[in-house]
């Protein structure tokens, strides 16, 4: 008996559900539609956002204890939002804003078992933060989005453990019982990965271009259409970043079996001792900031 060949996978049809769990995910609030214009580098005034922020008192509460954290310390208490506005600045302010309202969105959502929601948002949101750090420190185009970048970057993952929930199963389960890499597991179940979903979820949000390109290749930011010879990209900052989290533990899954080598931030080229200052940030500001994208 001939045996039977394994049925090819309709890539197109998948990624047809994952895009369609897209468009099923809550609705931006007017403040992240604000602060994403912001970052397409339209006009956004300072008044407008505060009066947004204000009417909404949980996050107006998040952000108002923040400031007055540690993270923040100043003499004196800050009372109000226009005040902590003022103090952080509007790339600081969207960081912040933005990654408290995606947060809060994705808890809004119903995910299978196998799925953590407040993994995926310490990872994310500590991607973020040390691509944000990162990308200060070098030339980067669209060093302003290195933070959206970092905490939108695995968004493809959350598609299809929604979209395609028996997959996501099935790439999980290759993953750990074979050891094979994420990306190769993704491929061979689904035809796709989850970089190349996350950038279509981008471009869907209007995000700007570079900040898509990062995102697609940041598990391989040698094939970025956007990287230069002997210039830092920001989907090289999105790399280590993304590394050096998984290298702390902060992983997606729970036992952390994803790519992670903690050295690849050194090749980026920062002296040592500003690299240590780079991480001391990072924690500090990580430690501070983590109890509100739980």
Not at 190 to 217: M, Y
Not at 237 to 258: F, H, P, R, W
Request: proline fraction near 6%; charge should be negative.
């Amino acid at each position: 008996m001939v045996p039977l060949s394994e049925p090819k996978v309709d890539t197109g049809l998948l990624k047809e559900r994952a895009i369609r769990a897209l468009r099923e995910l809550p609705p931006f609030s007017p403040i992240l539609n604000r602060l994403l214009a912001s970052l397409a580098k339209e006009d956004v005034s300072f008044v407008k956002l505060g009066d947004l922020i204000e009417k909404d008192p949980v996050l107006a509460g998040n952000l108002l204890h923040l400031v007055n954290s540690a993270l923040y310390a100043r003499r004196g208490s800050i009372n109000s939002v226009r005040h902590a506005l003022s103090l952080l600045g509007i790339n600081k302010l969207r960081n912040v804003v933005l990654g408290m309202s995606i947060t809060r969105m994705w808890n809004q959502v119903r995910t299978p078992p196998s799925w953590s929601m407040a993994r995926f948002n310490m990872h994310s949101a500590a991607c973020g933060i040390l691509s944000d750090l990162l990308a200060q420190r070098f030339t980067v185009e669209y060093a302003e989005g290195a933070f959206v970048a970092g905490l939108l970057h695995d968004v493809g993952r959350l598609l299809i453990a929604l979209g395609l929930t028996e997959e996501y199963g099935r790439i999980l389960q290759m993953h750990e019982s074979e050891g094979k890499p994420l990306l190769a597991c993704e491929m061979e179940v689904i035809g796709l990965t989850h970089p190349e979903l996350s950038a279509e979820a981008l471009a869907f949000w209007n995000i700007p271009e570079p900040i898509q390109n990062a995102v697609r290749h940041h598990h391989c930011p040698e094939s970025d259409p956007d990287a230069r010879p002997n210039k830092v990209g920001l989907s090289r900052v999105l790399d280590a970043a993304n590394q050096y989290v998984n290298s702390m533990g902060v992983s997606i899954l729970k036992n952390c079996t994803e790519s992670a080598d903690p050295t690849v931030i050194e090749s980026l080229g920062l002296p040592a001792g500003e690299l240590e200052t780079v991480l001391v940030e990072f924690k500090t500001e990580f430690d501070a900031m983590s109890a509100f994208f739980r």
